[in-house]
């Protein structure tokens, strides 16, 4: 893994601040912070000349810079947010079974609306994914890396949310790598189920995709909805998810780390929090909407 400092905004003060201050405040910021990128270099050298250097600097060839973004903004973020919230409260406080079931019961009816399913981006999820791209694509020019030159690796879930999140500024001759590995956390919602892969392939069929890893369907878990696994204590299904994380890093992103000096992931909230942890080894990061979570990798992990 990294040795990392992190970087949470442009100060060098902030790169001179202990450890666990600078991770605190990279918690904080993603949590906060209007901006869509946190960046977690390698060392405190490659900082300064990141920022006394840039535009003429490359990232060093034992290097690959990795960002995660969660999609931008959709229809069920807003709808599902306060629902769920007030769900999760009251069945922690519910005293009966019967109680329990009620409150789930109301929640499945809520989640299950159709209008969730395979969610695309509002106009503000739109904005908010232009915006971050253009944040991402201005890292990149800092060390000369454009789509252009073969040297990004862009990756995304097949949900309809996160391709148009990457897509939004992708060139036309960039390949979108898509894999199932990063879909939505598979709970029995609507808002956890997508398009089959060949609706997939006519509906972006002027896109480079790229769908060898993408089956047809998308298996959710019959029965199992967030309310009740938060009752099981395995609310973000980590224990189905990591697994599969793991599994990606190893057959998947390992193999690309040496050829790609960018790899550009986009994903699901769900997916990012345990797929930054497996690889930077810092848990706990919760994307906004469109925000992209940036660091450095050794080729060796």
């Not at 405190?44 to 990795?66: A, C, D, S």
């Not at 919230?85 to 079931?101: G, I, K, W, Y």
């Not at 109301?106 to 944040?135: C, H, V, Y």
């Not at 909230?269 to 450095?296: C, M, R, W």
């Amino acid at each position: 893994m990294s040795r990392r400092i992190v970087i949470v905004s442009s100060s060098l003060l902030v790169a001179l601040l202990p450890p666990l201050i600078r991770t605190a405040l990279a918690i904080l910021h993603v949590k906060k912070n209007q901006r869509y990128l946190l960046i977690d270099t390698v060392s405190l050298r490659q900082y300064i000349k990141f920022w006394l250097l840039r535009g003429t600097i490359r990232p060093p060839r034992n290097l690959t810079l990795v960002v995660v973004q969660r999609h931008g903004e959709t229809w069920k973020n807003l709808c599902l947010k306060d629902p769920k919230r007030r769900s999760l409260e009251a069945v922690q406080h519910a005293s009966t079974q019967t109680e329990r079931d009620s409150i789930i019961k109301k929640w499945q009816t809520i989640a299950n609306n159709p209008e969730f399913f395979d969610d695309k981006l509002t106009a503000n999820g739109w904005q908010q994914s232009r915006q971050a791209g253009m944040e991402i694509h201005q890292l990149f020019r800092r060390f000369g890396i454009t789509d252009d030159n073969y040297s990004v690796l862009r990756i995304s879930s097949p949900f309809r949310r996160a391709l148009e999140t990457n897509m939004c500024l992708k060139p036309k001759s960039a390949i979108l790598h898509v894999h199932d590995a990063l879909s939505e956390t598979p709970f029995d919602e609507s808002a956890c189920k997508r398009r089959p892969r060949s609706q997939i392939a006519r509906v972006y069929c002027n896109e480079q995709l790229d769908l060898q890893h993408v089956d047809e369907t998308y298996d959710s878990i019959l029965g199992l909805d967030q309310i009740t696994a938060a009752l099981n204590g395995d609310i973000e299904l980590r224990s189905i998810v990591q697994p599969r994380l793991r599994e990606f890093i190893r057959a998947f992103l390992k193999p690309h780390l040496s050829s790609s000096l960018v790899i550009w992931i986009t994903t699901h909230k769900g997916i990012a929090t345990p797929l930054i942890s497996e690889l930077a080894g810092i848990d706990h990061i919760e994307l906004n909407n469109a925000q992209a979570y940036v660091f450095s990798l050794p080729h060796d992990i």
